[in-house]
């Protein structure tokens, strides 16, 4: 039982330990609309973290409605969203994205 016992807790602490992913909120939009993202063609979701900006792999940009919408679209909008993932080879892999603004920011 004991030697039970001690590997789970190992094997708990091992796998918390090697977690790189980072939950955080962050602005949401389109790469090339909103953040001046230009290694894709089209609109692709990006997130910008320490003014930093990243295409996002694990959502579409249509995922939370119409990305040209003129109220909510991230072709139009800046949104603020809670996204875990974490920044590998230059794009933002994210596993969770809810968005959490009440209000949108309009590039200008």
């Given at each position: 039982m004991k030697k039970l016992l001690f590997l789970s807790l190992f094997?708990?602490?091992?796998?918390?330990?090697?977690?790189k992913e980072v939950?955080?909120?962050?602005?949401?939009?389109?790469?090339q609309c909103q953040f001046d993202l230009d290694s894709e063609d089209g609109c692709s979701?990006?997130?910008?973290?320490d003014?930093?900006?990243?295409?996002?792999?694990?959502f579409n940009i249509d995922d939370f409605g119409d990305a040209h919408d003129e109220k909510i679209g991230?072709?139009?909008v800046v949104r603020k969203g809670e996204i875990t993932?974490?920044?590998?080879d230059?794009?933002?892999?994210?596993?969770?994205?809810?968005l959490?603004?009440?209000e949108k920011k309009q590039k200008h």
């Open positions: 094997m708990i602490a091992f796998s918390c330990g090697n977690k939950t955080q909120v962050a602005e949401v939009s389109c790469g979701l990006a997130v910008r973290l003014d930093k900006a990243y295409f996002v792999d694990g991230f072709c139009n993932g974490e920044v590998v230059g794009r933002f892999v994210a596993s969770s994205l809810k959490v603004d009440s």
